[in-house]
């Protein structure tokens, strides 16, 4: 199948916050990975495993060390004036908490046109057509566009998050822990969105989750990542019948089941 991310031998770190203290912190070491073309890939491991900050590395929010990231086979750090607009309109990310992530001071309508103000040229009208869809998609009623974010509860808030990450049409998405703030009843609409989006909108995810439960049920493949480096990655079956690693059985035989 065609690569749409890869990751080559990538790096990232964090200078220390002491006073005084130079050194550095390496929080991914030398991580390659590929994703393909319309999959959901999960990445799992325990918090300060380092796949979130991966993340941040793919959407530009922290930059690399060393290594590459290339999307549709081109290097994200060095692009064109024109691939650097097109970019962040090609990958988008729904964060763990949709209250901190969504302006309160913005009406949803504002929120989810915000994206097209921004990032194109098209009408009023346009952009309303845009929202309309966008709202059906994600299971949202048109009156919600006149609310502030407080009015929402957590799910339907991680779907306003959603549609605002999809008002743009991105090819990738990264859900980072999007479902670990939520009840349980809610968790599973909101997986249950996302695999219907994968389909409908040939949409690849990079899901990001410490839940092997969730991940089992979602994801198409799956990398294991352990004090930054992945350490594991195969078919998501594969992993959870025949785990090679030892980390890997640990972290399985921690999820809890119903016999």
């Known amino acids: 199948m065609e690569i749409l991310l890869e990751t080559k ?4 770190e964090y200078k220390s916050i002491n006073e005084g203290d130079n050194s550095y912190l390496r929080a991914v070491s030398e991580v390659s990975l590929k994703i393909q073309r319309g999959e959901i890939y999960a990445l799992a491991g325990e918090s300060g495993c380092g796949k979130s900050t991966l993340a941040k590395a793919v959407t530009k929010l922290v930059s690399p060390k060393s290594g590459e990231i290339l999307f549709d086979g081109k290097n994200i750090y060095n692009q064109t004036q024109l691939e650097k607009k097109e970019y962040p309109k090609q990958v988008q990310m729904v964060f763990q908490n949709p209250y901190s ?13 915000e994206p097209l103000d921004i990032n194109t040229k098209l009408k009023k009208s ?6 309309a869809e966008v709202l059906q998609e994600t ?3 048109q009156d919600c566009l006149t609310l502030y974010p407080h009015e929402f509860s957590g799910g339907q808030r991680q779907r306003i998050a959603i549609a605002r990450a999809l ?12 479902v670990s703030a939520l009840d349980a009843s809610i968790q599973a609409q909101i997986i249950n969105l996302l695999k219907e989006l994968k389909f409908k909108r040939d ?3 990079l899901f990001i989750s410490h839940d092997m439960n969730v991940i089992k049920y979602l994801a198409d493949r799956v990398g294991i990542m352990n004090k930054g480096k992945l350490i594991e990655e195969n078919y998501t079956g594969t992993v959870f019948r025949y785990p090679k690693e030892e980390y890997t059985k640990v972290l399985l035989s921690s999820v809890p089941s119903l016999k």
């Not at 031998?9 to 990232?12: A, D, F, V």
């Not at 008002?167 to 999007?178: G, Q, T």
């Open 9 to 12: 031998n990538l790096t990232i």
């Open 139 to 141: 299971g949202l009623q």
């Open 203 to 205: 949409l690849t995810i």
């Open 101 to 113: 992530s969504l302006n309160p001071k913005m009406k949803i309508y504002d929120i989810l046109k």
């Open 167 to 178: 008002i743009l049409n991105p090819k990738l998405l990264i859900a980072d822990e999007p």
């Open 126 to 131: 346009e952009k309303d057509e845009l929202i």
